[in-house]
């Protein structure tokens, strides 16, 4: 009997990690998936690059530049990960 319940358990988890792993692959299908955006912080700086993924808080960044206020466009080296929480609007620029 108690070797059910843990089988039982197992196969829950199990899938449960398939949906979670499904439901990131169809997120990332969302708008502005791998399309080139602006992100604009709250802080002033903007981000532009390609949006990988978005998972729970974080935004994921490839290709991004840092755009400052008075100076040039940076390369950043790398995935850029950003919070939600810091950023105040999101533009698809293509």
């Given at each position: 009997?108690?070797?059910?319940?843990?089988?039982?358990?197992?196969?829950?988890?199990?899938?449960?990690?398939?949906g979670?792993?499904?439901?990131?692959?169809?997120s990332?299908?969302?708008?502005?998936?791998?399309?080139?955006?602006?992100?604009?912080?709250?802080?002033?700086?903007?981000?532009?690059?390609?949006?990988?993924?978005?998972?729970?808080?974080?935004?994921?960044?490839?290709?991004?530049?840092?755009?400052?206020?008075?100076?040039?466009?940076?390369?950043?080296?790398?995935?850029?990960?950003?919070?939600?929480?810091?950023v105040?609007?999101?533009?698809?620029?293509?």
């Amino acid at each position: 009997m108690a070797e059910l319940v843990v089988l039982s358990l197992a196969l829950l988890f199990l899938a449960a990690g398939v949906g979670v792993h499904v439901y990131d692959r169809v997120s990332a299908l969302r708008v502005g998936a791998r399309r080139r955006v602006l992100v604009q912080l709250h802080s002033g700086r903007a981000f532009t690059g390609v949006q990988w993924r978005r998972r729970g808080r974080l935004l994921v960044l490839r290709g991004a530049e840092l755009l400052e206020p008075n100076n040039q466009p940076q390369p950043m080296d790398g995935e850029v990960v950003l919070d939600r929480g810091d950023v105040e609007y999101v533009q698809v620029a293509g």
